[in-house]
Nanobody, 115 residues
Framework: QVQVVESGGGLVQPGGSLRLSCVVSGIAVKSTTMGWYRQTPGKQRELVATTTGGMNIDYGDFVKDRFTISSDNDKNTVYLQMNSLKPEDTAVYYC?????????WGQGTQVTVSS
């Protein structure tokens, strides 16, 4: 059984940083396309970043060098380091694992950027 669990969200001031974690069980992140997505009320879920085993990295256009996705294959965990956060980054952030037999989402973690 595949499980995806996000953590690390919270309240941060504009310009601050957060690191989100996505712990995966049931599949190996080193050979799975892992992605971070975010969603705000009334909007479609949008891509933040994807990676496969720490390689083949892709970012959403809005990231502009502020976020970094990484993978610790030994811990089977994917991270999203977010710097220079803006109020418009406020959203629920989701982790997704896309395997050949299906895709799996976590429950999401809330990130709120506000002074």
């Amino acid at each position: 059984q595949v499980q995806v669990v996000e953590s690390g969200g919270g309240l941060v001031q504009p310009g601050g940083s957060l690191r989100l974690s996505c712990v995966v069980s049931g599949i190996a992140v080193k050979s799975t396309t892992m992605g971070w997505y975010r969603q705000t009320p009334g909007k479609q879920r949008e891509l933040v970043a994807t990676t496969t085993g720490g390689m083949n990295i892709d970012y959403g256009d809005f990231v502009k060098d502020r976020f970094t996705i990484s993978s610790d294959n030994d811990k089977n965990t994917v991270y999203l380091q977010m710097n220079s956060l803006k109020p418009e980054d406020t959203a629920v952030y989701y982790c997704r694992a896309r395997a050949w037999f299906g895709e799996f989402w976590g429950q999401g973690t809330q990130v709120t950027v506000s002074s």
